[in-house]
């Protein structure tokens, strides 16, 4: 302990020896589904998916991906919004065997393609939306790219055929073909995929998360299926204080972080489906529906950056918004000011806790603690 004389100035209750447990990253739900088989995980436009529907779903991916040419080493990309195709693909190509690659929809097509042939990915998982799959058809014959499956919004919600009309201006006609497969085709099988032994999870990749760095081309952060799942297990030593404030298979949280960034991935998904809570998934951050979200809905987590909770503070009718059912938030991305930390813990009686970290980190880093002197 003498080589360590920086401990005697953490704040009471900081476990920086915390055992972080590692596995491989689909364990992660397949704990879950055990614990809460009927709960809901995901909450989207109206439609609730169970977990045990989403294991099920997940291994119709793994199948119909499989059949593509998935499996061990190969990479598919994920370029989609906060949709519950990119929950059920994720886990669909980590139990194919593949390696995830994070495509950003803020990305210009040149780095898309640089991405595409950096990462090796031969195929990519999108949504038939005109701000989407014309730019990764354009990159199907210019790159190593083979083929695309392609979603729709509208399929995985309450009312597909509602909300297909009226997002009908945002979508793109394509054809089916070899190079076009639909998602409806993909999961159309009876989920039974060839397993992979992953090996050991701190060597087994799972994710090239692409970051942008300060020098060239975006450079792609080998992230293990320990890293991630370690990084899950830090999250859970932070909030699993005494007392305890997340209570496993009994929190909601709203998702409104876009999930192909690593902050939200970690923070919001793997963790939410860790400790078995309900994501209300937003395809974006819109203040009025995050507040009528955590007021209606009894949202508990909040994960998110310094200027929604700004924007939050400054809506005119921020007083008519119950905010009390809030448990954790959380802070990243960029420096939280701590006017507005105040600001915020006053108004919804919870506290807001900032964190910092990387890509390369998982996003984990260093957490400001939840019972000491923020300095």
């Not at 119950?322 to 420096?335: E, F, M, N, V």
């Not at 701590?338 to 806790?353: A, D, I, K, T, Y």
Request: proline residues 6%.
């Amino acid at each position: 302990m003498s080589e360590l004389p920086w401990i005697k100035s953490y704040p009471a209750g900081v476990r920086w020896d915390a055992e972080l447990p590692t596995m491989p990253v689909p364990q992660i739900l397949a704990n879950a589904v055990e614990r809460w088989p009927d709960q809901a995980v995901i909450d989207f436009m109206g439609r609730k998916i169970s977990y045990r529907e989403l294991d099920q779903l997940s291994d119709r991916a793994a199948a119909g991906l499989q059949k593509l040419g998935v499996g061990l080493g190969v990479h598919v990309g994920l370029y989609l919004p906060n949709t519950p195709h990119y929950i059920v693909c994720f886990f669909g190509v980590l139990k194919a065997g593949g390696v995830v690659v994070n495509y950003s929809p803020l990305d210009a097509e040149k780095v898309l393609a640089h991405k595409v042939e950096d990462s090796e990915t031969d195929i990519i998982v999108t949504l038939d939306l005109q701000a989407m799959l014309p730019q990764m058809e354009r990159l199907l014959g210019t790159t190593r790219l083979r083929a695309l499956v392609v979603g729709n919004v509208a399929e995985m919600t309450a009312a597909p055929q509602a909300v297909q009309q009226q997002m009908r201006s945002q979508v793109v006609d394509f054809a089916a073909d070899e190079k076009h497969v639909r998602f409806a085709e993909l999961i159309a099988n009876d989920g039974r995929y060839t397993r992979h032994a992953i090996g050991d999870p701190n060597t087994a990749l799972a994710v090239l998360q692409y970051t942008g760095g300060t020098t060239g081309e975006p450079k792609g952060a080998m992230l293990t299926h320990g890293n991630l799942s370690s990084a899950c297990s830090q999250v859970w030593a932070i909030v699993d204080s005494t007392p305890r404030v997340l209570e496993p298979g009994q929190e909601r949280m709203l998702v409104v972080l876009p999930l192909f960034h690593i902050y939200a991935l970690t923070g919001c998904m793997l963790f939410g489906v860790l400790i078995g809570a309900e994501l209300v998934l937003h395809l974006r951050f819109d203040l009025d529906a995050a507040l009528r979200e955590i007021s209606g809905k009894r949202i508990s987590v909040f994960p998110g950056v310094p200027t929604m909770y700004t924007a939050m503070l400054q809506h005119p009718d921020l007083a008519k918004f119950d905010l009390r059912s809030l448990k954790h938030c959380g802070s990243g991305g960029a420096p939280l000011p701590l006017e507005v930390q105040q600001q915020f813990q006053r108004v919804s009686g919870c506290q807001l806790n900032e964190g910092w970290g990387m890509t390369e980190t998982s996003p984990t880093g260093t957490f400001t603690p939840r019972h000491g002197i923020r300095k």
